[in-house]
């Protein structure tokens, strides 16, 4: 069965660093997304990505990010310089029609 | 602007027992989607059913059932004989159909932790 894919599973950066998250979608899939999840807490929504630009972002989607789909298969999230409170887990996901979405195993991101 | 309640914040329960998982919503769309993920210890995030505003039948899958009541804007979730591999948080979502083909943003409850103890 196809699925999303993330990678690394965990990141460890200083604080300042960039960092780029990769997501491979599922491959007929059309619509994208980033969310985040702060530890115990829950699933907040960062960004989605149809047709080949942001469709909407959310207050905590400002200018330190930003999302890429360089090629056919790849769905990237940057964060330029990365802070303390950026540590979460970033989950991609991916849809075909926009309904159901499908999540990766996600990404720890731990900033110190 | 959507609201997903998820009020009870952990359930333990025992082996076999049956347990009902509440989610609560608030929107003023007309037509949208709801949805509960379970994540599990490991991490990820499992779809685990999809249920659209205008469709009101119950839903029986194995052991998971789900309650869906637009005139209490609830749409609960239960397991019937729970077993350990249950325990996971489970996440109660909402997307609303009116914002355009271009994003159905999820906002989700807060989540459910729950234990299912041997």
């Known amino acids: 069965e196809p699925e999303v894919t993330q990678t690394p599973s965990h990141q460890v950066t200083q604080m300042g660093q960039e960092v780029i998250l990769r997501c491979v979608p599922i491959?007929?899939?059309?619509?994208f997304y980033w969310y985040r999840q702060i530890l115990g807490q829950k699933v907040e929504f960062l960004v989605s990505?149809?047709?080949?630009?942001?469709?909407?972002k959310s207050e905590i989607f400002d200018d330190q990010f930003s999302v890429e789909r360089p090629d056919g298969s790849n769905f990237t999230l940057k964060i330029r310089s990365t802070k303390l409170e950026d540590s979460a887990m970033y989950f991609c996901?991916?849809?075909?029609?926009?309904?159901?979405?499908?999540f990766g195993p996600g990404t720890r991101l731990t900033v110190l | 602007a959507q609201k997903v309640t998820q009020a009870q914040t952990e359930i333990s329960v025992v082996e076999k027992e049956d347990v009902t998982l509440d989610c609560v919503y608030e929107?003023?769309?007309?037509?949208?989607?709801l949805f509960w993920y379970k994540q599990p210890p490991s991490g990820e995030l499992v779809f685990l059913i999809r249920?659209?505003?205008?469709?009101?039948q119950n839903e029986i899958s194995g052991r998971y059932s789900w309650n869906f009541q637009k005139s209490t804007s609830s749409f609960n979730f239960t397991i019937t004989a729970s077993q350990v591999v249950d325990s996971a948080v489970y996440f109660c979502?909402?997307?609303?159909?009116?914002?355009?083909?271009?994003?159905?943003?999820?906002?989700f409850g807060k989540g459910t932790l729950l234990t299912v103890n041997p």
């Open positions: 996901a991916s849809s075909e029609s926009g309904y159901t979405q499908y």
């Open positions: 249920r659209n505003s205008f469709d009101e």
């Open positions: 929107t003023r769309d007309t037509t949208y989607y």
């Open positions: 491959s007929n899939h059309l619509y």
């Open positions: 990505f149809y047709n080949n630009e942001i469709s909407e």
């Open positions: 979502a909402l997307t609303p159909l009116n914002s355009g083909g271009s994003n159905y943003k999820l906002t």
